[in-house]
């Protein structure tokens, strides 16, 4: 693991705790020696604090991502607002943590995040989703198909109609799993615990960010919204 925070203090304390559980870590405080360390040697997942100085946090979740590079990213950002968030999801991170945080939910996001990313923990999440009814013909088992999407799992790729959309990682699993279960209502604990493996409970909006933003990727002027809120209860997929 490669973590990058410029506060000092902060960067011991979650050095310490990372390694008591079980990590092997490598911490540095700014953005350029995070980049030649992930050059050097690439980690199984980054932790980034945004604000550093110099190269910030997202510069160099832009920089890896223009690079091709899909490891994993976790941001640690003390800006609250919705916009400062969906900034670090355009930047590539898959998911973040506002300052103060509790270690332990450092700690479940990080192990959502590697679950998603391992082999046994895609198989996993793949068995754990529920199959919506088939409907017309049957598609080849690398896709799945509901309210004008079409996804290709293989490929990680998605398109509503000819468009072609794209998609980070986790906006990727979030539609997937929405379109697998089109016309059902997921509740905001089922989706977060299949999608991030833990519920971060009433307070969290980082569903409603994610939901946010992919909406923003699928709609089309003229055309049907295809996630649908339901207020108190969750999200559906359908085109009305």
Known sequence: MLLA???????????????????EVTAVADGVEALAQAHRTPPDVLVLDVMMPGIDGLQVCRVLRAEGDRTPILMLTALVET???????DAGADDYVVKPFDVEEVFARLRALLRRTSPVGAATAAAAVEQAPAKGPQLPERQVEAAGIRMDLQARRVWRGPRELELTRTEFE???LLVRNAGIVLDHSTIYDRIWGY????????????????????????????IHTVRGVGYVLRED
């Open 199 to 226: 519920d971060f409970g009433p307070g969290s909006k980082n569903l409603a960010v994610y939901v946010g933003y992919l909406r923003r990727k699928l709609d089309e002027p003229d055309a049907p919204q295809l």
């Open 83 to 89: 916009a400062d968030r969906i900034a670090g999801l």
């Open 174 to 176: 979030l539609l997937e």
């Open 5 to 23: 925070e410029d506060d000092r203090a902060i960067r011991h304390a979650l050095e310490r705790a990372l390694t008591l559980e079980g990590y």
